[in-house]
């Protein structure tokens, strides 16, 4: 099992930038697939992003393709999503997720494991 926790979220202007974390604990974090999901207000939580346990494949959702980018640091267990020329659209609950997988591969849905999510506020 693993437990995650955001952090790195809140309120930045439009076009600027932010780091978000997220730190894991429990063991094996390496064997873990790590997903970004966002939620913004009276809509559906979304995907964002995912990233293969060694974090040699990411994956995004086209709407951030291009501003956001995922990378992890399996000696810190931890995964970021940096998030650059923000937009009012960004703006979410974002969380991570974590997936449990056999091979280097990248998960775009059915995570096991959640976080509690951090709040990115991007003004106009």
Do not use: H
Not at 46 to 57: A, C, N, P, Q, W
Not at 91 to 114: K, L, N, R
């Amino acid at each position: 099992q693993v437990q995650l926790a955001e952090s790195g979220g809140g309120l930045v202007q439009a076009g600027g930038s932010l780091r978000l974390s997220c730190a894991a604990s429990g063991r094996l974090f390496s064997s873990y697939a790590m997903g970004w999901f966002r939620q913004a207000p009276g809509k559906e939580r979304e995907f964002v992003g995912t990233i293969s346990r060694s974090g040699l494949k990411t994956y995004y959702t086209d709407s951030v393709k291009g501003r956001f980018s995922i990378a992890r640091d399996n000696a810190k267990s931890t995964v970021y999503l940096q998030m650059n020329s923000l937009k009012p659209e960004d703006t979410a609950v974002y969380y991570c997720a974590a997936e449990s997988t056999v091979g280097d591969v990248i998960i775009i849905a059915d995570y096991d494991y959640w976080g509690q999510g951090t709040q990115v506020t991007v003004s106009s």
